[in-house]
């Protein structure tokens, strides 16, 4: 039987969490319906590229984190999620899977879904910008840091538990600074 703790835990609503997985080798894709088959809610952000063969080209999709899907998972899925033809393991660190925060899914899905810019994905590090947020266009809502390469703005995000950043272009006057410096905070990018 169970004691009253265990009960309480029990009858509590599961906590659902974001987790990556990675996956055996070009499995992305294959992984992703399989969990879907077991109703085990999972994204798995794809890009259209040009690939070219010696007698066409041909748009594919691809995905973006290549041997990685993300998954949404209570306590109770998370081995099932794991069991899973494809899955290898999860993200961790120190034995530990990582949860991802539900605003920095949201943040990848809307810089995957907008047409607008082109979306690039780096494993580099990139030194720290100043706190933004998009304040209109396709990213608008999204919050990250706003950089500077050769001259141009660029809203970035950082995943951690990835170690790698995404950005795309933006104007200045499409952001607005959340922090740092007060000559920043008008809007005011070096």
């Known amino acids: 039987m169970f004691n009253e703790s265990q009960n309480n835990i029990a009858l509590r609503k599961p906590v659902y969490n974001w987790y990556v997985i ?17 109703k085990i809610e999972c994204y798995l952000p794809l890009r259209k590229e040009l690939k070219h063969w010696s007698d ?4 594919v999709e691809e995905p973006l984190f290549r041997g990685y899907v993300f998954v949404r998972v209570s306590y109770k899925e998370f081995f099932d999620a ?9 993200v961790s660190f120190g034995g530990q899977a ?7 899914i ?5 810089f995957v879904e907008q047409t607008e810019q ?15 947020e ?7 809502g999204v919050q990250g840091e706003v950089i500077q390469i050769f001259g141009q703005s660029r809203i970035l995000i950082r995943i951690e538990t990835m170690k790698c950043c995404l950005y795309a272009n933006v104007s200045n006057d499409e ?9 920043l905070k008008k809007n005011k990018l070096i």
């Open 22 to 38: 990675y996956t055996k080798a070009n499995a992305e894709k294959k992984l992703c319906a399989n969990l879907l088959e077991k």
């Open 56 to 59: 066409r080209k041909k748009w």
């Open 82 to 90: 794991l069991n899973t033809q494809g899955a290898v393991n999860f």
């Open 98 to 104: 990582q949860a991802i925060p539900d605003v920095q």
């Open 106 to 110: 949201n943040n990848i899905r809307k």
């Open 118 to 132: 082109e979306v690039t994905l780096t494993y580099k590090r990139i030194k720290k910008g100043v706190k933004a």
């Open 134 to 140: 998009v304040i209109y266009g396709s990213l608008k």
């Open 175 to 183: 952001i607005k600074i959340l922090q740092g410096p007060e000559s």
